[in-house]
Structure formats: structure tokens, C-alpha cells
């Protein structure tokens, strides 16, 4: 008697593969939405941070994080921890870098020009202390002036800096920057930080990010988006 040979056809091969590439499809278009999905909940935190600061600069005339800790507790009307030196910018030192950024989110938080409530004290944020906002990737959030980024601005005040945190993928900073400005990420509104920035360094090192984030294009000194890298500790900024 002939022995019966067993396996797959032809037909239930393909079908398999078509099966696969259905599934594969759909998991490459998932990830495609959750990454506009976090595309946009950031380019909208940008806008709701822009918004509380020109709203609690229209309504006290004075800049949150900056306006002196007695008179922002007299202004708000609840107790405050943190302040400024009242110079009209939110500055920051490389002795406190993170003072006046920490007393911004307080203020603005404590007006109720955001949401939550922060400490305002001086030190490196952490998820204990409560100083700031932490974006989805359980990274702090920075309002604050760096020189790092100032290079193509001189005139006073300069530009506030908001750094969106730490442990962003390098490609929904990329989606990022094409969506909301040039693409481009040493130019512009919107920019890589620096992997070792002059500032907001301490133990977490918040205002920097993986060196591997940007690369040089090849056969060029264009900063480009590493995005083959696949760097997943990136970090960026709105320069407003």
C-alpha cells in the first residue's frame, strides 16, 4: 500500500501567511495610533502650559515661579512654598536650576490655571517630592530658561523653554517636530535637548536625554533625528 504523505498544502500555507500579514498590519497600525495618540497629547500639553502662563501673567502681572513667595501667597490666597526673585523672567541659576521652575508649576497649579497641586520646593523633581508635573513616561516636566537653547535669540526677556520629559521614543519626538514645526531638531519652536545640557542635571539628569537620540546626516553636519537608532529616552522642548 502507498504511505500517505501528511503536511500543509499549498492553499493552507498561503492562507496562514495571509493570516500573519492581517495580524502584522494590524499590529504596525496600532502602534502607528497609539504613537499619534501620544503625539498629540503632547503637542496639546505644550498648548495647555502656554496658556496657564500667559493666563496667570494676564491675570497677576507677574510671572509664575518668578513672583516673589509673599506676594504670590497674597495674590492666590492659599499658602505658597516657592518663588522668584521678581526680575521678570523665570530664571534659573546653576546653583537652584529647578527654584523658579518648581514654584512656576506650584503657582499656576494653586490658581488653578492646571491641573494638580505642587510643592514649589527647590529641589531636583521627583515622584515623591511633588515639585513637578510628570509627562506619560513618568519623567519630569521643566518650565524654565536654559542658555543652551538661546543661540538664535539674544533680545530680552528670552524665550521660556518647556521640556516635554524624558523616555520618549525617538520616533514620536521626530512625529513631534514634523507635525508642530520644521522637523528639524537643533532649529525652530520645537527642539531635541541637548544629551548633557548646563542645566536641569542632577541625579536623573531631567533636561537631558540618550546621546543617541540625533545624528549627523551621512556626508553632512545637518542634525538629523536617529530614528534608525531606535532611542527610546529622548527628550525635547517648545521654545515660547
Request: proline fraction near 5%; charged fraction near 10%; hydrophobic fraction near 40%.
Amino acid at each position: 500500500m502507498r504511505q500517505r504523505q501528511s503536511g500543509f498544502t499549498l492553499v493552507e500555507i498561503a492562507i496562514v501567511l495571509v493570516i500573519i500579514g492581517l495580524l502584522l498590519g494590524g499590529i504596525i497600525q496600532g502602534q502607528q495610533l497609539i504613537n499619534s495618540a501620544r503625539v498629540k497629547n503632547l503637542a496639546e500639553t505644550n498648548s495647555s502650559v502656554q496658556a496657564a502662563y500667559f493666563g496667570f501673567i494676564d491675570r497677576y502681572r507677574q510671572v509664575p515661579g518668578d513672583m516673589n513667595q509673599t506676594a504670590a501667597q497674597d495674590a492666590i490666597g492659599v499658602t505658597i512654598t516657592g518663588g522668584g526673585d521678581a526680575n521678570g523672567i523665570l530664571s534659573v541659576s546653576s546653583g537652584l536650576p529647578y527654584r523658579e521652575p518648581n514654584a512656576a508649576w506650584e503657582h499656576l497649579s494653586k490658581s488653578g490655571f492646571i491641573q494638580g497641586s505642587y510643592s514649589g520646593g527647590g529641589g531636583e523633581p521627583t515622584a515623591a517630592n511633588n515639585n513637578a508635573p510628570f509627562n506619560a513616561f513618568n519623567n519630569s516636566m521643566i518650565l524654565g530658561v536654559s542658555p543652551d537653547y538661546l543661540s538664535t535669540r539674544t533680545t530680552i526677556p528670552p524665550r521660556l523653554q518647556f521640556i516635554i520629559g524624558r523616555g520618549i521614543p525617538v520616533g514620536v519626538i521626530r512625529e513631534l517636530d514634523t507635525k508642530v514645526d520644521d522637523g528639524n531638531p537643533a532649529a525652530g519652536v520645537f527642539r531635541a535637548t541637548l544629551a548633557t545640557p548646563t542645566l536641569f542635571l542632577g541625579t536623573n539628569s531631567w533636561g537631558g536625554s540618550a546621546a543617541n537620540c540625533t545624528t549627523t546626516a551621512t556626508g553632512s553636519t545637518t542634525v538629523i533625528y536617529n530614528v534608525a537608532g531606535g532611542a527610546s529616552d529622548c527628550n525635547g522642548l517648545f521654545l515660547f
